[in-house]
């Protein structure tokens, strides 16, 4: 069984389901990247996998252990860390309280994450007392990333993490996003960048209308001409 395993999700908002029978598994130090058209059912899969949205049918193990009855507070203690696009910080504290805000569950002493924190994304070192609100759209994003990773997770969900940045701050993000997985952390992203995040991804799934219609390595993907001509623009 995967580290992983969202078999056959199904469910939605009041009656109308979103996801039908949708797969999604990820292994440790894995990066699996769901990409697909607008409306497509990628951030409704993410929040069914986080247990913001109640199934009617399927499952989620991680782990092993079968958490689909599990609250996202549950579901953070047993190691899972999510990332929303929006409103992802506290933008009235500073970079280091954020960070602080991550180890809420914690009873140990956290100080080594943060360094860890700081060594993965410096310029939050340097900004550690600057009120997050303050920061660029990137370094934002950074803060909510490193506060995910203070809870010390076995699986991280990044929901359109580099929505609204530039380029040159896509790739940085992607870049870190890549160390983050090769300390052995699953990663399960959803992107618009389909192109760009595939790239990067182990694994792809590829939803249209909340099903999966391709799901491979994303070199295989990107290389599929129907994925090209169809999700990638050519």
Known sequence: MSFLNASAMTGGYGAADILHSCDITVEQGQIAVIVGPNGAGKSTAMKAVFGMLPLREGSVTLDGQDITGLTPQERVAMGMGFVPQTNNVFVSMTVQENLEMGAYLRRDDF????????????????????????????????????????????????????????????????????????????????????????????????????????????????????????????
Do not use: C, H, W
Not at 116 to 143: C, M, N, T, Y
Not at 168 to 190: C, H, N, P, Q, S
């Open 111 to 234: 100080r080594s994450t943060m360094e860890q924190v700081f060594d993965l994304f410096p310029i939050l070192r340097e900004k550690r007392r600057q009120p997050a609100g303050e920061l660029s759209g990137g370094q934002r994003q950074q803060v909510a990333v490193g506060r995910a990773l203070m809870t010390e997770p076995k699986l991280l969900m990044l929901d359109e993490p580099t929505a609204g940045v530039s380029p040159i701050v896509m790739d940085e993000l992607f870049d870190r996003i890549i160390e983050v997985a090769r300390t052995g952390i699953a990663i399960l992203m959803v992107e618009q960048n389909a192109r760009q995040a595939l790239n990067i991804a182990d694994r792809g799934y590829v939803l249209v209308q909340g099903r999966n219609a391709y799901t491979d390595t994303g070199e295989a993907l990107l290389a599929n001409p129907e994925v090209r001509r169809t999700f990638l623009g050519g």
